[in-house]
T-cell receptor, first 114, second 112 residues
Framework: AQTVTQSQPEMSVQEAETVTLSCTYD???????LFWYKQPPSRQMILVIR??????QNATENRFSVNFQKAAKSFSLKISDSQLGDTAMYFC???????????FGAGTRLTVKP | DSGVTQTPKHLITATGQRVTLRCSPR?????VYWYQQSLDQGLQFLIQ???????AKGNILERFSAQQFPDLHSELNLSSLELGDSALYFC???????????FGPGTRLTVL
């Protein structure tokens, strides 16, 4: 079975500091894609970052970067220079070439404190 | 704005009733996905359509059904509603199997 685990239900960080959200997954597939989605209080699901498993280089989008460890099946999200607008639920998600659906973790609620 | 639209934004109804949620995918996207998010929980995949045909089914109840029309918009029908069906229902679309899914704003369903 393909599963996604986010072991941190809640986290907090001071504004301007750095925080890392953890995600592990389980799959026997070799070709897959990993995502982090942000869900602010508006409840909109917003794509933060995407990583292809065949790429060794970690994806980066401005203040957001990932640490993708394929052998360990780990996919953490680092948010640098945290801003108040980063306060949201963050979901890690996983998708393969063979499956049509996307599997989501349970989410981590991040609060950025002023 | 993801380009995916969903209507209505909010829906309040009573137990035993039937409702229809509507989704229009991004221009050019052939695949539509439906997800259910209960309060403070993750997203559960319900069903996927590709160019009018059902492609995958997840944890979708028999009381729920969906379809995708020739203009590629999709509808999710929920019948014999129960209190536990209260949730946020998301639609997402993507162009190919390797593309990212882009989500609509969701429809919040409240069953009283």
């Amino acid at each position: 079975a393909q599963t996604v685990t986010q072991s941190q239900p809640e986290m907090s960080v001071q504004e301007a500091e750095t925080v890392t959200l953890s995600c592990t997954y389980d799959t026997s597939e070799n070709n897959y894609y990993l995502f982090w989605y942000k869900q602010p209080p508006s409840r909109q699901m917003i794509l933060v970052i995407r990583q292809e498993a065949y790429k060794q280089q970690n994806a980066t989008e401005n203040r957001f970067s990932v640490n993708f460890q394929k052998a360990a099946k780990s996919f953490s999200l680092k948010i640098s220079d945290s801003q108040l607008g980063d306060t949201a639920m963050y979901f890690c998600a996983f998708m393969t070439d063979n499956n049509n659906d996307m599997r989501f973790g349970a989410g981590t609620r991040l609060t950025v404190k002023p | 704005d993801s380009g995916v639209t969903q209507t209505p934004k909010h829906l309040i109804t009573a137990t035993g009733q039937r409702v229809t949620l509507r989704c229009s995918p991004r221009s050019g996207d052939l695949s539509v996905y439906w997800y259910q998010q209960s309060l403070d929980q993750g997203l559960q995949f319900l069903i996927q359509y590709y160019n009018g045909e059902e492609r995958a089914k997840g944890n979708i109840l028999e009381r729920f059904s969906a379809q995708q029309f020739p203009d590629l918009h999709s509808e999710l029908n929920l019948s014999s509603l129960e209190l536990g069906d209260s949730a946020l229902y998301f639609c997402a679309s993507r162009r190919t199997l390797r593309d990212t899914q882009y989500f609509g704003p969701g429809t919040r369903l409240t069953v009283l």
